[in-house]
């Protein structure tokens, strides 16, 4: 589990293949990897894997042809930057969201513009994401914890203020940039619980929210 607080920004030293799938070797050198153990889990850019080798500042990670194929870790090559986060522990501070590390898709950055002194994005995401973000509801984007500033049909807006852009990639994106999108989990878990409710007396309904003030009438 994690918090989206960026913790270090690393540098892929270089990709293994392995027998049909890859291991992604990683250099992090400000990410304090003296703490860390074979089996920790560790965000890279939004996407859990699990620590199989240590080396000094450099951690080995298995990556399957599941994870390849649904997130943006296969467009990554040696010298490529990567947002780093090492696994929350319980007496530390939930300072972003409850992120997962399980990423739901790839969603493309539409364009930047100046906002005073932050900086706002448009991020496109697929349709079959789109249902689940909401006006100022949570998202991760890259590993990232953000607040939703506006939603126009499959595309949402976010600020981000200096000190991200200069401790994460966000001051790298550009048109066209290709980003892990994950969804707030609760958005996922309301969907199931309205799924497997729909019909029954004593299951959650959009009209028992509607009831009882959680959601708006249609």
């Given at each position: 589990m994690f918090t989206g607080i960026i913790q270090a920004l690393g540098h892929i030293d270089r990709i293994e293949q392995a027998?049909?799938?890859?291991?992604?070797?990683?250099?992090?050198?400000?990410?304090?990897?003296?703490?860390?153990?074979?089996?920790?889990?560790?965000?890279v850019n939004g996407v859990c894997?699990?620590?199989?080798?240590?080396?000094g500042h450099v951690f080995h990670a298995d990556v399957s042809n599941e994870t390849l194929d649904n997130t943006t870790l296969q467009q990554l090559a040696a010298g490529a930057?990567?947002?780093?986060?090492?696994?929350?522990?319980?007496s530390e501070p939930l300072g972003g969201h409850i992120v997962s590390g399980h990423v739901d898709g790839v969603g493309e950055v539409c364009?930047?513009?100046?906002?005073?002194?932050?900086?706002?994005?448009?991020?496109?995401?697929?349709?079959?994401?789109?249902?689940?973000?909401?006006?100022?509801g949570s998202i991760t984007v890259d590993g990232v914890s953000l607040t939703v500033n506006e939603v126009s049909g499959n595309e949402f807006s976010v600020n981000i203020i200096p000190h991200t852009q200069q401790v994460t990639?966000?001051?790298?994106?550009?048109?066209?940039?290709?980003?892990?999108?994950?969804?707030?989990?609760?958005?996922?878990?309301v969907e199931r619980l309205l799924t497997v409710g729909a019909g029954k007396a004593d299951g959650l309904s959009y009209s028992s929210l509607v009831d009882n003030g959680f959601a708006p009438a249609q």
């Open positions: 027998q049909g799938d890859a291991v992604l070797v990683v250099r992090a050198e400000s990410l304090g990897l003296a703490a860390a153990n074979i089996g920790d889990s560790i965000a894997l699990t620590v199989t080798s240590l080396q930057s990567v947002n780093l986060e090492m696994a929350v522990r319980p364009r930047s513009e100046n906002d005073a002194r932050s900086t706002r994005y448009v991020i496109r995401v697929p349709d079959e994401l789109a249902r689940y973000i909401a006006k100022k990639l966000f001051g790298t994106y550009k048109a066209g940039t290709r980003v892990n999108i994950e969804v707030d989990v609760i958005a996922r878990y």
